[in-house]
């Protein structure tokens, strides 16, 4: 069954689709490390969109060990080498996981 709602954030109207964000990650969670490092920007774009949908706060999301600041750090080679990409993967498969429950848009 697709679930779509539409919600509004000022004046724009946005679109979720929890179809769509359940395919992404498992689409993400199922790619090996090079696939995930090459779609890093995708990645951090579903990271940060699911961050704020599940009301993650900034120690989980900004904090030097935060989910998002990982990421980012995925995104250059001079910081890449000194992230612990598996540590990295198995924190965004927990954290970033779409639940069925509704999501409140405010």
Same mark, same amino acid.
């Given at each position: 069954?697709? =679930?779509? *709602?539409?919600?509004?954030?000022g004046?724009?109207? @946005?679109? =979720? /689709?929890? /179809?769509?964000?359940? @395919?992404?990650?498992? *689409?993400f !969670?199922?790619?090996?490390?090079?696939? =995930? #490092? /090459?779609? #890093? #920007?995708?990645?951090? %774009?579903?990271?940060?969109?699911? +961050?704020?949908?599940? &009301?993650?706060?900034?120690?989980? $999301?900004?904090?030097?060990?935060? #989910?998002? %600041?990982?990421?980012? %750090?995925?995104t *250059?080679? $001079? $910081?890449? !080498?000194?992230?612990?990409?598996?540590? $990295?993967?198995?924190?965004?498969?927990?954290?970033? !996981?779409?639940s069925?429950? &509704?999501?409140t848009? +405010?």
């Amino acid at each position: 069954m697709k =679930f779509m *709602k539409e919600y509004k954030r000022g004046n724009k109207t @946005f679109l =979720f /689709d929890r /179809d769509l964000l359940i @395919f992404q990650y498992d *689409k993400f !969670k199922n790619m090996t490390n090079e696939e =995930f #490092i /090459d779609n #890093i #920007i995708d990645v951090l %774009h579903f990271a940060c969109y699911v +961050s704020w949908l599940k &009301n993650l706060n900034t120690e989980e $999301t900004l904090a030097d060990d935060g #989910i998002i %600041h990982e990421l980012v %750090h995925l995104t *250059k080679k $001079t $910081t890449r !080498k000194y992230q612990n990409i598996a540590r $990295t993967r198995k924190k965004f498969n927990k954290m970033l !996981k779409i639940s069925k429950k &509704n999501y409140t848009f +405010s």
